[in-house]
């Protein structure tokens, strides 16, 4: 199974911009999907962006409307997201995740890096 720690979250102003990381260990990236979910006080989980390791394809949430953009580094074996112009409603606590690209459900998850956005 792998192991992910977030790093990257903070406090920043409306329009401001934040990269999360999210860095990988305890197993090759090659058959994994590497995801990013997002939770704020009182609402319940919500996909954020996913991308595939091997092939690079992402994928993102209805409400990213091409404000984040998911990528990653093979050689520093951890996946990005960078996120621009910020609003109040992106604050929550940001999660990276991973599943094997053969199975539905996540089942590795990191320790949450909180994003809070000053209006």
């Known amino acids: 199974q792998v192991q992910l720690v977030e790093s990257g979250g903070g406090l920043v102003q409306a329009g401001g911009s934040l990269r999360l990381s999210c860095a990988a260990s305890?197993?090759?990236?090659?058959?994994?999907?590497i995801g990013w979910f997002r939770q704020a006080p009182g609402k319940e989980r919500e996909f954020v962006a996913r991308?595939?390791?091997?092939?690079?394809?992402?994928a993102y949430g209805d409400f990213v409307k091409g404000r984040f953009t998911i990528s990653r580094d093979f050689a520093k074996n951890t996946v990005y997201l960078q996120m621009s112009s910020l609003k109040s409603e992106d604050t929550a606590v940001y999660y990276c995740?991973?599943?094997?690209?053969?199975?539905?459900?996540?089942?590795?998850w990191g320790q949450g890096t909180q994003v809070t956005v000053s209006s």
């Open positions: 995740t991973a599943r094997l690209i053969s199975n539905s459900e996540y089942d590795s």
């Open positions: 991308i595939t390791w091997r092939t690079g394809w992402a």
């Open positions: 305890g197993s090759t990236l090659s058959s994994y999907v």
